[in-house]
Nanobody, 127 residues
Framework: QAQLVESGGGLVQAGDSLRLSCAASGRTFSTFEVYAMGWFRRVQGKERELIAAISHRGTTYYADSVKGSFTISRDNAKNMVSLQLNSLKPEETADYYC??????????????????WGQGTEVSVCS
């Protein structure tokens, strides 16, 4: 019914860039454009954190830690959301997850507002 599949993770050097993509499919996402989409990351030993989100109207949110270096975008025609990661640091090594919020807005960082989740993609940044 609803599937989110992330891609684009990998092993990079500090300072490198990656582009993560998330493809939404299934009957639930026939109205993909109404969902707010978020990218969370989970650093080993820490709670998952919302790092970027984009509302159904294109309003964006960024965690302070990634402002200026990460950029979220969406393509409603392709049911996709992307996250451009620039100037990566070793401490940003984590699993990155795509998630969908049916409320459509980006006013909160609470993970429980996101109903659908992908399996995650691993990003490893070596120094």
């Amino acid at each position: 019914q609803a599937q989110l599949v992330e891609s684009g993770g990998g092993l990079v050097q500090a300072g490198d860039s990656l582009r993560l993509s998330c493809a939404a499919s299934g009957r639930t996402f026939s109205t993909f454009e109404v969902y707010a989409m978020g990218w969370f990351r989970r650093v080993q030993g820490k709670e998952r954190e919302l790092i970027a989100a984009i509302s159904h109207r294109g309003t964006t949110y960024y965690a302070d830690s990634v402002k200026g270096s990460f950029t979220i975008s969406r393509d409603n025609a392709k049911n996709m959301v992307s996250l451009q990661l620039n100037s990566l640091k070793p401490e940003e090594t984590a699993d990155y997850y795509c998630a969908a919020n049916p409320r459509g807005v980006v006013g909160s960082t609470r993970p429980e507002l996101y109903t659908y989740w992908g399996q995650g993609t691993e990003v490893s940044v070596c120094s």
